[in-house]
DNA sequence: AACTAACAGGACCCAAGCAGTCCTGATTAG
DNA sequence: CTAATCAGGACTGCTTGGGTCCTGTTAGTT
């Protein structure tokens, strides 16, 4: 179901949580801010920095900073970062050699102009667009039945 | 990497197959020109017949049909019908507790403006436009090294 | 009426890829 | 010099989807 990776949601959350201050902040900070495991939030950050989203400070009192406003950075770029380049696995691997009845496939290069609209969408989308998005949206709570044995019964938003 | 399902793109393959012919055809005959798997043609074609892709016929000499032009059939509707609605998952499960922090945890509904591009994005991009889009356009071949024991030293297009 | 070709709709198994953790090394403030 | 922190990679358990198969139903054909 063109399915995100999870990774990239937490991408979002540290990034607009970095946002919250100019001053560095460390990840085991940012982990206790967000809710988000610490080593998960310490991969995201190192992917982003490497990336050039983020700025990193390392030895003592180091930590992350924004390297540019939430207004400059696109979804596209974070997922980009994440998930690796924006496109749509087609034809990958040789394993359908039905192409070769044609000489032309049918599909090669087909999806080529979804792989475009869809990056041109999320390069229109800041994360400042998607922080301001929520503000004023309420989420509604939908109680989930759970069994006793899994965790803590937490409410789950959909 | 927003993986989209490989059996999204049999679909297209397949639907754009079945458009060559108003005859109905048969699923081991649109697996053998298209060199798809037949069990895997006939999974794709069984998941179009229940969304209203196709249209099926039944008993001997049944098949299956368009249910509509290519240039009626969105991108959209395919993978919908495929992969499911189309919305990049986030937040999905209780695993991440850190949401009741502020209680207004800060990517919910953040993505909906982000699924919203992409679906419009999908929705505006028709089968046909599909199937023209890699008629005009060669593509090139990548010799791939592959071992032996590997299936047949198919071609691979990038 | 019986037979057969074809779809319908599941159940099922295996493998790939990802989330998450951990470990070791490099860097820098105090 | 020491401690705090980032950098980078290796490793593992699990989820999900790709692919197969089996049984039932429908409808032409003889």
New binding site residues.
């Given amino acids: 179901?063109l399915?995100l990776?999870?990774?990239?949601d937490?991408a979002v959350v540290v990034l607009v949580r970095l946002s919250h201050s100019a001053e560095?902040?460390?990840?085991?900070g940012i982990a206790a801010a967000t809710g988000i495991?610490?080593?998960?939030v310490?991969?995201v950050?190192?992917t982003l920095?490497?990336r050039g989203l983020v700025a990193?400070?390392?030895?003592?009192?180091?930590?992350?900073r924004l390297a540019r406003p939430l207004a400059g950075i696109a979804i596209a770029e974070v997922i980009g970062a994440i998930?690796?380049p924006i496109a749509l696995t087609a034809c990958v691997d040789g394993?359908?050699a039905g192409c070769e009845v044609l000489q032309v496939c049918p599909v090669r290069g087909r999806w080529d102009p979804v792989n475009a609209a869809i990056r041109e969408a999320l390069a229109a989308i800041s994360l400042e667009d998607m922080q301001l998005a929520s503000v004023s949206r309420p989420f509604r709570i939908v109680s989930l039945a759970r069994p006793a044995a899994s965790t803590s019964p937490v409410p789950v938003v959909e």
């Avoid at 990776?5 to 990239?8: A, C, D, G, P, V």
């Avoid at 560095?24 to 085991?28: A, F, H, L, N």
């Avoid at 990193?56 to 009192?61: F, V, Y």
């Fill in positions: 179901m399915r990776s999870k990774l990239t937490y560095v902040q460390t990840s085991p495991p610490e080593p998960t310490a991969k950050l190192k920095a490497a990193s400070h390392r030895g003592a009192h180091g930590g992350y998930d690796g394993a359908n």
